[in-house]
C-alpha cells in the first residue's frame, strides 16, 4: 500500500482523573439478553499492562473483575491512542511494525507531540497569564513524557516546589512483536487543587507544594466586575469562592479563592516521515475530567448524541430501514429510564419535601423559579412521581417498543425551540426535570427526535427484521466509526458515549464551546449570542448581538402560564431580563446550517448597535429589533477529512475552559443533578413497605436510606471544602444503583 | 355483563322508539336515575374508545399506494386522538359520578347486541366505509350545519349506517330490527345536563364538594394532551375570528394534537360546564360552553367526517387500508358453547394465548383503574402515593395493550398460512368490581401479575409460529417478564408491610 494520510483512533479520548498508580482495566458496559431492564452489565475486556522500564505492553489479559479504586485512590482513566495509515484506495489499517518494514521505514519515522492547556482561569480573568500549558515537543522514545503545565503567574512554592502543575503524561508505547500496532497512551493527572502562594490558604486544601499560583494575577479574590459581565460564564462563578458559597444565595458575591485545578484538553499529534521524505501528521485530541461515577448507566443525551447529529445531520436518510431507527430509539428509551433512576423525582419535581419548601431545594424548578422570579411550582401532578413509578412506566415504554409497537409518545418530547417554554404544558415535556446546555430545560438532540419520531409513525412491521444497513466499517470517511472505535485496551469512560451532553457547563468537555466561531469573522460567548470578538472586517459587530443566522432565531422569548387564563402565556420579564428572552443552546440551533451550508456563506442578522441586555428577534410576526445583515462563512466542524474536532473552532485548552474551577465544585454546585453517568442523585432506592421508593442522597456522607434534602449548610451533605480534600475517598461509585465501595468484582 | 343487562332493564321499552326518550322509571329517584346514565354514558365512551382503538389499530398504511400513504396515517392518528380524547369523557363522567357520590363504573358494553342508548350495535371491527358511517353518525350533532353536512349526505350515512348493521346482523343470522335507529349520544348527555343542572331534581346536597382532590385531574391524567396545533402551523393565523375561520378551513383535523377533557370539579356548575364540554368536543357541538366555541377545535364528527369524505373518494376495490382482521376477534372458552357467529373464534393457538394475555392485560388496566380511584378518595396528593403509583400501572397496562394489540394484528387468527389475522378481543372479565378491603386489591394485582407470567412463560417456551412477528414477540416477552417481575415484587413489598403492621398490631 500506499501511505496517504494517517489518522489518530478515537480522534477525541476522555482520561478520567485518580491517584492510583494503577490505570482503571477496561470493560465495557452491556445489556444483558435475559435482564432487559436491569442494569448495563460492566464485562472487564482485555486490558493491556505497561511495563514502566520500558514502555512496551508486557501483558494482555481479561481481568477476573473490574476494580475501580485502590482503597481511596481511584484508578485514573488512561487512553491509549492508535494510529493508523490510510492507502490510495481510502482503506485504513492500523500502523504497525509490519506496515512500517512494507514501507521500508522503522521507528525513527514515526514521532508525537503534545500539548494541552488548562484556560479556566483565562476564561474569567481575561489575562494570558493565567494560561496553563503544557507541551512536549516531538518525541520518539518510550519514556514517559510529563505533560508539565507552566504558565506566567505560577510561582515556585514555599516548600519549594517548581511553579508546573502536572497535568499528567503521555507515552509512546514500545511496539513490540506481539503488540506492533504504533500508540501511545495518555495518563491524566490525579485531580488535584492548586492555590495561592499566601499564607491565608486553607492548607488542608492546598499544601505548600501546591500553592503557587502568584499574588500578582488577578484569579485570588478575583470577582468579575459589572462592566466585564459578557465574560460571565453561564451558570454564574462556577469556581471556587471565599465562603458563604454558593454566590447565588448569598448576594451573587462571588471572591475567588484562586483555585486551579490539573484538568486539561489539548492536542496529540503523530508524525511520520516517509521513505520519500513526505511527511504525514495526524491529530487527536485528548481532556482530563472527572471519574465516571456511574459506570453501568448511560445519559439520555451524551457527547456522542451531539457528535453523531454533526455527522449526519439533524434528519434521519429517508431509507434508513425502520428497524435501524427504531433500535436506536429504543436505546434512548432505555438510556431515558437509566437517567430516572437516579433520580429523586419527587424532590426534583418541586414538590416540598420532608416539610421544607420546594424553593429551599436545588432542583430545575426551582432555577426556574430564581431565573423568572416566580414562585416555585411543580412540574407534574405532584402525588404521581414516585421515582421507581416513573422509572416502570419507561420501561414499559421501553417493552412496548420491543413489540414493535409505535410508542406514540414523540409529541411528549420537548422540541429544541420550546426549551423555554415554562408554562405546565412546556415544562412537563420530556426529558423532564433536567438542564439544557442553555440553563433552560433539556432538549435532545434534533436527531434524536427525528429517531422516535420516525419510529413512531412507522407502525409495526409484516415482515422480519431485516439485519439493517451493511456497516460501512472503519474507513476514513466514516467519521461515526472512528468517533466511537474501541481502541484495545481503554474502558467505555474514554469515549464520548459516556460524556454527558447537556453541557451546562459541562463534565469532561464544555461542548459549548466549539460552537464560538463556526462562522468566520466573530467569536460568540459559548453560551449567549453576544459577539465577544472579531476580525478586522467585521469590527463594527463587536459586542452586538446574533439574532438569526440563516433565518433562524438564536434567542426566544421565555413564556410562562397566565394566571388569569390557564388557555394563555404570558413573556416572563424581570429586571435582570428585561426582555424575557434566552439563548438557545448552539448545538441544536446550528445544526441544520452545520449540515446544510459548511463552507458557504449565510445571513446573519445582528443587532444595529452594541446590546448588553439580551435581544431576540420575535417569533410572532411582530418587527424584529433594528438589525444589520452581514454574511458569514460556516467553518467546517472537523479537521479536514478527519473525525477532529476543528482546532479553529476551539483552540487547545478552550474545550474545558468554561468548566468549574476546580472542577470539585460542579459536583457541589450543579443544581441540575443531571448526569446519570457521572453525578447521581439518588441511590440505594429501594421500595419501601408503603409502596414508594426510598434511598440515600448521593452527597450523603453517611447512608441511612433517608434522603437528605440539598443544603449547603447540612453538614450532613459532602460540602465544597470536603471535596476540595476529600474527593477521592467521598465520591462513591455506584454499580447497580448501589453504593459499591469495596472495589471488588463487578464482573 | 350483568350490570349493564341491568342497566337496560330500566330502559326496557323504549327501544322501539325512533328517538331514544329517557323517562326516569318510577321506582328511582333523580340521583339514581342519573347516576344509572351516566354509567350509560360511561359504558358508551368505553365502548367506542375500544372500537376506535381496534379500527385504528387495523389501519396499515403500507397497504395503501405510495400516494395515498399519508392519508391513512393521518386517519389513523385522528382516530387515535378521538380514542385518547375517550378516555378524557370517560374519566371526566367518573369525575361526575364521585361529585354526586355514586358508584364509579367502567363497565361497557361487551357483547355485539343493541341497546336503546347504545349508538349502533359494538362491533370491533376493521376500517370500512360502513363502520365508519357508524362512527360519523354516532357523533354527528344532532342538527348539522348545512355548510358541513348536506341533508342529501347525512341521509346516505344513515342509509350506510343501516346497511352496514344489516349485513352484520343477516351474517350473524339476525332479523334487522328495522324500526331500531342508530342513536345520536348527545341526546343522552343533553338529558343528564338538564338533570344535573335543574336544582329541583337534584339538591344542592347531592353534591360532595369535598370529593374535588380525589377527581382525576389534567396534570395527573391528561398526559400533557391540550389539543390545538403544532406552533409552526398556529403561528400562520391570528387570533381574529376571521383568523380561525381562515384556519378552520385550511388546516386538516389530523393536525390538531388530542385535547383530552379531564377537570375535576367541585359544584353543580362546574360538572354541567365539563359534561357541556365533553359532549360539545364529541357528538353536541351545540352544547359547547360559549367560551370554548372560539377556540377551533375539530370535534369527533368533524374527524370522522373528514375521513370518511377522503375515505369514500381515496379508496376503490384495488386496495383496502385495513389489515386482514377479523371482526369480533374472541378467545375460545374450553368446554363452553360454540360462541355466536357474529365472533370470530381466534383458533391459532399461539395467537389465543396472545389474546388470552391480551384480554387478562386490559382487566389488570381497568383493575388499576378502578384501584387508583379508590385509593385518590383517602391519599394525600400533594406527595407521592399509592394512588399515583397506580396511575402510573394504568398508563403502563395501556402501553402493555398497544404492544399485545401490535402483535395480535400481525398474527394468523387460524392457520398460518391463512393471510387473515387476529386482532384485540377486548374481552371483560366476569367482575371489574375489586374486592372491598385494599389488601385483597393487592392481592389480586398480585395474582393478575402472576398468571401474565405464567401465560408469558408458556409463549415464551415455544418457538413463533409466525416469522414476520417472532422476534417482536421474543423481544416483548423478555422484556416484559422483566417489568413483570419488578412489579410483581413492588406489590409483594406492599403486601408484606401490610402483613408486618397488622402483626405489630396485635
Keep these: 500500500m500506499t501511505i496517504t494520510a494517517l489518522r489518530i483512533l478515537p480522534p477525541f479520548a476522555i482520561g478520567r482523573f485518580g491517584s492510583s498508580p494503577t490505570p482503571q482495566a477496561n470493560y465495557d458496559i452491556e445489556v444483558e439478553a435475559d435482564a432487559p431492564l436491569g442494569f448495563r452489565k460492566v464485562r472487564p475486556r482485555e486490558t493491556l499492562e505497561v511495563d514502566e522500564a520500558t514502555g512496551a505492553i508486557s501483558g494482555c489479559g481479561v481481568p477476573a473483575s473490574v476494580q475501580f479504586r485502590d482503597g481511596d485512590r481511584i484508578r485514573p482513566v488512561a487512553p491509549f491512542l492508535e494510529v493508523f495509515a490510510v492507502d490510495e484506495n481510502g482503506r485504513m489499517e492500523p500502523l504497525d511494525l509490519d506496515l512500517l518494514r512494507r514501507e521500508g521505514l522503522d521507528l525513527n519515522a514515526l514521532a508525537w507531540r503534545a500539548k494541552v492547556a488548562n484556560r479556566k482561569v483565562f476564561r474569567r480573568t481575561g489575562s494570558e497569564d493565567d494560561i496553563v500549558t503544557a507541551k512536549t515537543g516531538w518525541f520518539s522514545d518510550h519514556a514517559r513524557q510529563p505533560l508539565t503545565g507552566r504558565g506566567a503567574n505560577l510561582v515556585l512554592a514555599p516548600d519549594g516546589s517548581p511553579p508546573e502543575i502536572p497535568f499528567g503524561d503521555v507515552r509512546f508505547i514500545r511496539p513490540t512483536p506481539e503488540f506492533p500496532g504504533i500508540r501511545l497512551r495518555f495518563t491524566p493527572a490525579e485531580g488535584l487543587i492548586y492555590g495561592p502562594a499566601t499564607e491565608d490558604r486553607d492548607p488542608d486544601v492546598i499544601p505548600e507544594s501546591r500553592a503557587i499560583y502568584s499574588v500578582r494575577g488577578d484569579w485570588v479574590g478575583f470577582q468579575l466586575q459589572d462592566p466585564e459581565s459578557y465574560r460571565e460564564t453561564l451558570p454564574p462563578a462556577l469556581y471556587a469562592i471565599k465562603p458563604p458559597a454558593p454566590s447565588w444565595l448569598n448576594d451573587d458575591i462571588a471572591i475567588s479563592r484562586g483555585y486551579v485545578d490539573d484538568a486539561c484538553d489539548g492536542k496529540v499529534t503523530v508524525r511520520l516521515t516517509l521513505g520519500t521524505g513526505r511527511v504525514l501528521t495526524a491529530a487527536a485530541r485528548i481532556c482530563a475530567s472527572p471519574p465516571a461515577m456511574v459506570p453501568d448507566s448511560m445519559f439520555i443525551r451524551s457527547l456522542a448524541d451531539d457528535l453523531d447529529q454533526i455527522v449526519h445531520g439533524p434528519e434521519l436518510p429517508a431509507d434508513e430501514p425502520i428497524e435501524v431507527t427504531r433500535a436506536r430509539a429504543e436505546d434512548i428509551v432505555r438510556r431515558a429510564y437509566e437517567t430516572v433512576r437516579f433520580m429523586n423525582v419527587p424532590v426534583m419535581n418541586g414538590n416540598d419535601y420532608d416539610g421544607r419548601p420546594a424553593v429551599s431545594l436545588d432542583t430545575m424548578v426551582a432555577e426556574e423559579a430564581f431565573d423568572t422570579e416566580r414562585p416555585v411550582r411543580p412540574a407534574m401532578a405532584p402525588e404521581a412521581v414516585d421515582t421507581q413509578a416513573i422509572l416502570a412506566l419507561h420501561q414499559q415504554v421501553f417493552a412496548a417498543l420491543r413489540a414493535g409497537a409505535a410508542p406514540w409518545f414523540s409529541r411528549l418530547l420537548r422540541r429544541p425551540d420550546e426549551v423555554t417554554d415554562y408554562t405546565d404544558e412546556g415544562r412537563r415535556k420530556m426529558p423532564a426535570l433536567m438542564s439544557g446546555a442553555d440553563n433552560n430545560y433539556l432538549a435532545l438532540t434534533h436527531r434524536q427526535i427525528a429517531t422516535i419520531e420516525r419510529a413512531s409513525r412507522g407502525g409495526p412491521s409484516d415482515h422480519p427484521a431485516s439485519s439493517g444497513p451493511t456497516a460501512q466499517g472503519l474507513v476514513p470517511r466514516n467519521r461515526t466509526a472512528q468517533i466511537h472505535y474501541a481502541a484495545l485496551g481503554n474502558p467505555v469512560t474514554s469515549r464520548p458515549e459516556m460524556s454527558v451532553g447537556n453541557c451546562c457547563p459541562g463534565l469532561e468537555v464544555d461542548f459549548r464551546a466549539v460552537w464560538r466561531r463556526l462562522l468566520e469573522g466573530i467569536v460568540l460567548v459559548e453560551h449567549d449570542n453576544f459577539v465577544i470578538e472579531t476580525d478586522k472586517a467585521h469590527r463594527e459587530l463587536l459586542h452586538h448581538r446574533l439574532l438569526r443566522i440563516d433565518g433562524v432565531p438564536v434567542m426566544a422569548e421565555m413564556r410562562g402560564p397566565s394566571t388569569s387564563d390557564p388557555d394563555k402565556s404570558i413573556v416572563l420579564t424581570t429586571a435582570e431580563n428585561p426582555n424575557g428572552v434566552s439563548t438557545f443552546e448552539w448545538s441544536n440551533t446550528l445544526a441544520h446550517t452545520l449540515h446544510n451550508k459548511v463552507g458557504q456563506k449565510v445571513r446573519c442578522d445582528f443587532t444595529a448597535s452594541p446590546a448588553k441586555d439580551p435581544v431576540a428577534w420575535p417569533d410572532n410576526g411582530e418587527d424584529p429589533p433594528p438589525h444589520v445583515t452581514h454574511e458569514l462563512r460556516v467553518r467546517p466542524f472537523f479537521e479536514d477529512e478527519s473525525a477532529v474536532i476543528s482546532f479553529t473552532l476551539a483552540e487547545v485548552g478552550e474545550l474545558t475552559q468554561g468548566l468549574c474551577s476546580p472542577w470539585q465544585n460542579d459536583y457541589r454546585e450543579c443544581s441540575c443533578y443531571y448526569w446519570a453517568s457521572s453525578r447521581p442523585d439518588f441511590v440505594n432506592v429501594e421500595i419501601g413497605t408503603d409502596g414508594l421508593s426510598r434511598g440515600d442522597n448521593w452527597m450523603a456522607k453517611e447512608r441511612s436510606g433517608n434522603y437528605v434534602a440539598d443544603d449547603y449548610r447540612d453538614t450532613q451533605l459532602i460540602g465544597y471544602d470536603d471535596l476540595f480534600k476529600h474527593w477521592e475517598k467521598l465520591m462513591r461509585f455506584q454499580i447497580k444503583g448501589r453504593d459499591y465501595d469495596d472495589g471488588s468484582a463487578a464482573s | ?506
Aim: with cysteine.
Design chain 2, 1 to 506: 355483563m350483568a350490570t349493564v343487562h341491568r342497566q337496560h332493564r330500566h330502559v326496557s321499552g323504549l327501544a322501539e322508539a325512533d328517538e331514544v326518550q329517557f323517562e326516569k322509571p318510577p321506582e328511582m329517584t333523580w340521583h339514581d336515575y342519573v347516576v344509572l346514565l351516566l354509567h350509560i354514558a360511561s359504558g358508551i365512551e368505553h365502548a367506542l374508545m375500544v372500537q376506535y382503538l381496534y379500527a385504528a389499530y387495523s389501519l396499515d398504511p403500507q397497504r395503501a399506494p405510495a400516494s395515498k400513504r399519508k392519508h391513512v396515517a393521518h386517519w389513523q392518528q385522528s382516530i387515535l386522538t378521538i380514542a385518547r380524547e375517550e378516555m378524557g369523557h370517560l374519566m371526566s363522567v367518573q369525575n361526575v359520578l364521585t361529585l354526586l357520590g355514586g358508584p364509579l363504573s367502567f363497565e361497557r358494553e361487551d357483547l355485539p347486541w343493541d341497546s336503546p342508548y347504545y349508538p349502533f350495535p359494538f362491533r370491533l371491527e376493521p376500517l370500512s366505509l360502513g363502520s365508519l358511517a357508524c362512527y360519523v353518525f354516532t357523533e354527528m350533532p344532532m342538527r348539522p350545519d348545512d355548510d358541513e353536512l348536506t341533508a342529501r349526505e347525512r341521509d346516505a350515512i344513515i342509509a350506510r349506517v343501516k346497511n352496514h348493521v344489516r349485513d352484520h346482523d343477516q351474517r350473524a343470522g339476525r332479523v334487522s330490527d328495522e324500526r331500531q335507529r342508530p342513536h345520536h349520544v348527545g341526546k343522552l348527555y343533553e338529558r343528564i345536563i338538564s338533570i344535573i343542572g335543574d336544582v329541583s331534581l337534584i339538591p344542592e346536597t347531592a353534591f360532595q364538594t369535598s370529593t374535588y382532590a380525589s377527581q382525576a385531574n389534567f396534570d395527573a391524567w391528561g398526559r400533557n394532551y391540550r389539543g390545538g396545533l403544532p406552533p409552526e402551523v398556529a403561528a400562520l393565523y391570528d387570533k381574529s375570528e376571521a383568523g380561525r375561520e381562515k384556519q378552520k378551513r385550511e388546516v386538516p383535523n389530523w393536525k390538531y394534537d388530542a385535547h383530552v377533557l379531564i377537570e375535576p370539579m367541585p359544584t353543580r356548575q362546574a360538572a354541567v360546564v365539563s359534561l357541556k364540554t365533553l359532549a360539545g368536543q364529541g357528538e353536541a357541538r351545540h352544547l359547547l360552553p360559549e367560551q370554548r366555541r372560539s377556540r377551533h377545535e375539530p370535534s369527533h364528527f368533524d374527524r370522522f367526517l373528514e375521513i370518511y369524505r377522503q375515505f369514500e373518494s381515496e379508496v376503490d376495490a384495488s386496495w383496502s387500508p385495513s389489515r386482514p382482521m377479523v371482526a369480533n376477534p374472541i378467545v375460545p372458552v374450553a368446554g363452553s358453547a360454540p360462541p355466536q357467529t357474529q365472533f370470530t373464534t381466534i383458533t391459532n393457538r399461539r395467537s389465543a394465548q396472545w389474546a388470552t394475555l391480551f384480554n387478562l392485560r386490559y382487566r389488570m388496566l381497568l383493575g388499576f383503574l378502578g384501584h387508583t380511584m379508590r385509593l385518590s378518595r383517602v391519599g394525600y396528593a400533594e406527595r407521592p402515593n399509592l394512588a399515583g403509583s397506580v396511575m402510573h400501572r394504568v398508563f403502563a397496562e395501556m402501553y402493555n395493550v398497544k404492544a399485545l394489540a401490535s402483535l395480535l394484528i400481525r398474527r394468523p387468527v387460524a392457520d398460518v398460512a391463512d393471510p387473515l389475522r387476529a386482532g384485540p378481543p377486548f374481552q371483560l372479565p366476569y367482575t371489574l368490581v375489586l374486592p372491598i378491603v385494599d389488601d385483597d386489591c393487592w392481592r389480586l394485582h398480585r395474582d393478575l401479575l402472576a398468571e401474565a407470567t405464567s401465560i408469558a412463560g408458556r409463549l415464551r417456551s415455544e418457538a413463533s409460529d409466525e416469522p414476520a412477528v417472532a422476534a417482536d414477540e421474543t423481544a416483548y416477552l423478555q422484556s416484559q417478564v422483566a417489568a413483570d417481575a419488578q412489579t410483581l415484587a413492588w406489590v409483594e413489598q406492599i403486601l408484606a408491610g401490610r402483613n408486618r403492621s397488622k402483626g405489630a398490631s396485635r
